[in-house]
């Protein structure tokens, strides 16, 4: 006659209270979050470059069609402030890849 699984174990089969794969399923879920995270950081990137130099597009099509006397410098200010946006924003999507920085 076999006994029960339960009636063989070991003391140290029985201290082990967490069931099997509760570290693997944490470890996942974290990871899942920073990658969506960062994710949703590259998409606001790539967001602000399309929108920063669509700015830019329209304010030199309207200088130029215009014949407004700006400064190109003035012109140009979307674009630049977008790319400072976008460094900005893929620095932070590094750090939000990494579970020990806090932002």
Do not use: N
């Amino acid at each position: 006659r076999a006994f029960p699984k339960w009636v063989l174990a070991t003391t140290a089969d029985l201290m082990d209270f967490d069931p099997d794969g509760t570290q693997e399923a944490l470890i996942a879920l974290g990871q899942e979050k920073t990658a969506r995270r960062t994710q949703h950081l590259l998409v606001a990137a790539r967001l602000a470059f399309a929108f920063s130099h669509g700015a830019l597009v329209i304010s030199a099509s309207a200088a130029l069609g215009w014949e407004i006397g700006i400064s190109w410098w003035v012109i140009f200010a979307p674009a630049w402030l977008g790319d400072a946006v976008c460094v900005v924003l893929i620095v932070l999507s590094w750090f939000g890849s990494c579970p020990y920085i806090q932002l």
